[in-house]
């Protein structure tokens, strides 16, 4: 079965709210999938507690970083994870720049300056909808994963989250 998600901009997308913790997380998603979460835990410097970092579905496609053990970014596989729909548009697995044209599209309907961004590499940033479309390696194509986080993210979008929740394509 193909789970479709739709993004609440900042707020949420599907039944991952930002700012839940771990086992809030772990909760709304038990009645879509059986897979148990995998957590990578990280100890600060000084602190006697492991802090959650990051939630791994492997299965389901997807992946969920935490700061301060509240959730901070979904980042959805573009081979196996939920479908995430934005305004009849299908955001999962497709070709970038279809939907780079889509974004740019969307964009001109709004202020200018005010919605679209890139980060390095080309990668483009709906602004309004806290959404990377980011993208990964299927063989010798690139597919769009999308990152969606909440709006204090905007202020230093590529150091929001680790590193590891980027691409290196």
Do not use: N
């Not at 789970?3 to 038990?30: H, I, N, Q, R, W």
């Not at 390696?137 to 590529?158: F, K, N, Q, W, Y």
């Amino acid at each position: 079965m193909i789970y479709a998600f739709t993004p609440d901009p900042f707020v949420s997308v599907g039944p991952l709210a930002f700012g839940m913790g771990p086992d809030e997380t772990s909760e709304a998603l038990s009645g879509i999938t059986g897979e148990a979460k995998r957590h990578r835990l990280r100890r600060r410097a000084g602190e006697s507690v492991d802090a959650v970092e990051e939630g791994v579905y492997r299965e389901f496609g997807l992946k969920l970083y935490y700061r301060e053990e509240r959730l901070a970014g979904v980042v959805v596989d573009a081979l196996r994870g939920p479908q995430v729909v934005v305004e009849g548009e299908a955001l999962v697995g497709w070709i970038p720049s279809v939907l780079e044209q889509w974004m740019i599209g969307r964009a001109e309907d709004r202020e200018p300056d005010s919605d679209l961004s890139y980060l390095d590499a080309g990668v483009p940033v709906s602004e309004s909808l806290g959404i990377v479309l980011d993208v990964q390696r299927a063989g010798d194509h690139l597919l769009t994963r999308p990152v969606v986080m909440p709006r204090e993210a905007l202020d230093d979008l590529p150091h929001f989250l680790p590193r590891e929740a980027w691409s290196r394509c």
